[in-house]
Structure formats: C-alpha cells, structure tokens
C-alpha cells in the first residue's frame, strides 16, 4: 500500500503558503492569526478525513479514527505541530501532521480495518518562539506542566497564550491526556545534515538530546560612548559577548551545542555604551552528564565574569529537558518497514526537541526522519525532495498500520 503522493506533497505546499508575509516570510508563530489559519486548514483535512475533531484546553487538535469495534481500545496516536518559528520552512513538524492525516486516509480508502483507533493529533506551541517553553502543548498533554499556569503564559509581545487561543477560537474544552495513547509514532524531518551527507533514505529515531534553555540578564553601566576610557566602562554588551564566546569553547569541548538565538541591548543606542543585556542561552547535549556540566560550567563563568567585569547577572530558567531514550521495539519496526521497501535506513538521534519526547513520557514512542537538504532548517531553505517526504510517509503508513494491528 502507498499514500497518496500527489495530495500529500499538494498539502505541505498548501499549508506552506499560509502565514506568509509581504515579504514571502513564513512565519505562524503560536496561537497568532497565522497558526489559526493553518489549524483551520488542517481542521479541514480532517473533517474530509472523517475525522472526529477534538480539541482540549491547550489547544492540541485531535482527528480520531474509531469503529464501533475498536472505539474501546487504546488509540495509537501520530502528529506533529504545524506552528513554526521566524521565517520558517514549509517541511518542519507539517509533515508529520499531513502525513498523519495522508496514513489514516490511506487506510480508509484502501477498506483496511485496524484493531485499535488512530489518532493524528496537532500540537500548540511546539516552536516555543512567542510562549516558551517549547513542546509546550504535548508536555501539558503528557502531564509535564500544570494547564492552569501554562494558559497565564507571557509571550514574548506581552500576550497571555489562554486569551490568544480563546481569540483564534482553539480554547478547547477536553482535559489534555484525555486519550492514553498505546504508542506515538512522529514523522519529522532530521533538520540536520547527517541523512542527507550519508544519502541514506529512512531515520529510524532511538533517542534526543537534552535542552535546557535559559534568560540571562546582564546589568552594566550606561555611559558615553566616547568620553569613558575602556578600564572604566562597566558594559554589559561586552560581558554578553564574553559569554557567547565562553559558549562555544565550551561545547566545543563537551561535544554539545549552544545558541544565543535572541539578545537586547538597553537603552540600545549607537553611542550609549549598553546598561543591560538580555538575551537567551539554548545549551543541548545527548549526554545529561555532560549537559549538567556544561551548565555548571556556565554558573561559575557568571560569577567569574561578575568579578572581572564588574557586571551584575541574573539568570532565570525556561526550560530543564533531560535527553529522552525512543521504544527499541517501534525503532525496529521503522528499520524492517524500510528495508521492505528497499530504502537504506539509520538510526539517528533528534537534536531537535520533537513532540515526541513529551508523548515519551507517557507511552513507547518513536520518530520516523527523512532528509533535510544540506542538514538546513528554522530557515525558508529548508528543503526534503518530494521522493524523500513520500518514501518516509509509505514507511510511517507501514509502521502505523502494524501497530494499529490493521486487518
Ligand atoms: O527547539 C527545538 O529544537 C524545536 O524546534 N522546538
Ligand atoms: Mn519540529
Ligand atoms: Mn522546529
């Protein structure tokens, strides 16, 4: 049995065009105007699905599929999110919610009946730009974070996520968990380079890396850009830099990765030596031991750097993921359904935080990756062949429909 490539790949273009601004960026930031036009879309392929539409109160939509037979049974559950970051690609996250959609239509169409119910589910905020922290609505889901605090959320505008979902009309009504999945499979793209080096087809996903994200303040002096002699500035500017640069010999040891993605100056003038830092440290590493000492190492550089350069630094924790281990046996089942297809296969590791890693908290998950052209991502280049994304959807149709014991 195959998808439908054809109207798979005419989705991911479709959904791709939305949220696209004057200047051809895409951006559907959570809960924003853009993200809902998308969930409508999707909600669209689902009810053309037959789906039965669920949405619970953090937003995370649900198409079910059920029969009267197997409506008892605990459900596997796919998905993704279709939310992204600042001027995305098209591929992230969005293939595995239309390819999740695609599976189950493909069952429909071909008379296949299957044990238990499969459900495709579409999950808020996993991008984690507008409302931190990320993989919000499947940690919520997955029992992660209390749903009363997540909803007061400030965004990065100022906005409460609660009243954000109710204005795009995705303040559901159902518990998050109210479905106990038996397995989650996710279809993703690796974002990352080593598939498409290698030229290898399938990723079969046994585990992903830990994040921890954090926001660091750093307090200075405000002084004349021109008239303060270097030994008397107190810049705030220069620590953060100091500590960028820390970063990356850090990690360049550690075998880790680090990213200060976002920084503001204050009062942020050409010719004011800069008062205040703000800006956001994402450390990851696939060994928690090392990721714990990476951390270490950064507390005691701020107490180090608060001495040298006379600097005030406040830090405040956004996220703690610790690295997450996928079910051996789903990874199998990934690697068999692409050998039987003849597609060579890798088992890799997610340096991306995925859905997945939440749903793992909760039952035996796995992820399916294909392809990220020259390993690009979180960028408009993003790219995976339409080959690539349809091989990948065959496998996850293969995989979903032995786990959902289709008959
Ligand atoms: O941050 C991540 O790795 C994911 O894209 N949210
Ligand atoms: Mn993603
Ligand atoms: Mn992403």
Redesign the pocket.
């Known amino acids: 049995m195959e998808i439908n490539g054809k109207r798979m790949m005419e989705r991911v273009r479709e959904l791709g065009e939305i949220g696209k601004d004057a200047e051809g960026r895409r951006t559907r930031l959570a809960a924003s105007d853009e993200d809902k036009a998308g969930r409508d879309k999707v909600v669209e392929w689902m009810k053309d699905a037959e789906l039965k539409v669920v949405v619970d109160r953090i937003g995370n939509i649900f198409g079910i599929w059920e029969t009267e037979e197997n409506k008892e049974k605990k459900p596997i559950m796919i998905g993704s999110h279709i939310d992204s970051v600042i001027d995305a690609g098209q591929y992230d996250g969005c293939i595995g919610v239309i390819g999740g959609i695609e599976v189950i239509k493909r069952l429909q169409e071909t008379g296949v009946k299957t044990e238990r119910p499969i459900v495709v589910g579409v999950f808020t905020n ?3 730009v507008r409302y931190s922290p ?2 919000m609505g499947s940690l919520v889901y997955a029992g992660g974070m209390d749903i009363e605090k997540v909803l007061k959320t400030v965004g990065t505008d100022g906005t409460i996520l609660g009243e954000e979902l109710k204005r795009i009309g995705y303040d559901g009504t159902v518990e998050p968990g109210f479905l106990q999945p038996e397995a989650f499979v996710e279809y993703h793209i690796e974002q990352g380079p080593i598939m498409d080096v290698e030229g290898i087809q399938i990723g079969a996903v046994e585990n992903l890396q830990g ?1 921890h994200w954090q926001r660091v303040t750093i307090e200075g002096a405000a002084n004349h850009a021109g008239t303060t002699p270097t030994k008397l500035r107190v810049d705030a500017g220069l620590a953060a830099a100091k500590v960028n640069v820390f970063l990356r010999n850090l990690v360049e040891q550690s075998g880790g990765v680090a990213t200060v993605g976002t920084i503001e100056f204050e009062p942020n003038a050409v010719n004011v030596i800069p008062s205040k830092a703000v800006f956001t440290v994402d450390l990851r590493n696939p060994k928690k031991e090392k990721l714990d000492a990476d951390e270490k190492a950064l507390a005691e550089y701020f107490k180090e750097l608060e001495e040298t350069d006379k600097v005030k630094i406040i830090t405040e924790r956004m996220t703690e993921f610790d690295p997450v281990l996928f079910d051996e046996e789903i990874v199998e089942k990934i690697e068999a359904a692409a050998e039987k297809r003849g597609l060579s296969t890798k088992s890799m590791t997610s340096g ?2 995925q859905d997945a890693q939440m749903l793992a908290r909760i039952c035996p998950t796995a992820m399916i990756f294909v392809p990220s052209v020259k390993g690009i991502s979180h960028n408009p280049e993003e790219y995976t062949p339409d080959e690539n994304v349809i091989e990948g959807a065959n496998v996850f149709l293969d995989v979903v429909g032995e786990l959902a014991g289709e008959k």
């Open positions: 996993e991008e984690g990320d993989m994040i991306a935080g």
